[in-house]
C-alpha cells in the first residue's frame, strides 16, 4: 500500500508561487511509476494539472503550461509542482496521485489547499 503526503500549499497573491511537494511511502517503485498532481476548485470536477513518469515522461494541462512545473526525485520517491505565475482561477484543492500506469491512478493523497487571491 503507497502513503502519499502533500505539503506546501497555502495562500499567495496573485502572480506569486508556491511549491507543493508529495512524498510517497510503502510499496514497490513500480506503484508510483507515474505520478501526478490533480486539482478540484470548488463547484468543479476534478482535473489533471500535471503527470511525470519515473522515466522522466511529463505532460500538462493547457491551463498551466508555461506556468508550472512538475519534478520528481525517483531515490526520494517525491514529486513536487513549482507553480508560478498563480491566478486566482488556480484555486483549487491540489491532490497528488501516483500509479503504475499514466491512464490510471492507484493511490491518492489527501489534498492541500491552494488559494490565490486577486
Known amino acids: 500500500q503507497v502513503s502519499l503526503v502533500e505539503s506546501g500549499g497555502g495562500l499567495v497573491q496573485a502572480g506569486g508561487s508556491l511549491r507543493l511537494s508529495c512524498a510517497a511511502s510503502?510499496?514497490?517503485?513500480?506503484?508510483?511509476?507515474?505520478m501526478a498532481w490533480h486539482r478540484q476548485a470548488p463547484g468543479k470536477q476534478r482535473e489533471l494539472v500535471a503527470l511525470?513518469?519515473?522515466?522522466?515522461?511529463?505532460s500538462y494541462a493547457d491551463s498551466v503550461k508555461g506556468r508550472f512545473t512538475i519534478s520528481r526525485d525517483n531515490a526520494k520517491n517525491t514529486v513536487y509542482l513549482q507553480m508560478n505565475s498563480l491566478k486566482p482561477e488556480d484555486t483549487a484543492i491540489y491532490y497528488c496521485?501516483?500509479?503504475?500506469?499514466?491512464?490510471?491512478?492507484?493511490?491518492w493523497g489527501q489534498g492541500t489547499q491552494v488559494t490565490v487571491s486577486s
Open positions: 511525470i513518469t519515473r522515466g522522466g515522461t511529463i
Open positions: 496521485a501516483a500509479g503504475v500506469q499514466r491512464s490510471y491512478m492507484s493511490y
Open positions: 510503502g510499496g514497490s517503485s513500480f506503484s508510483t511509476n507515474a
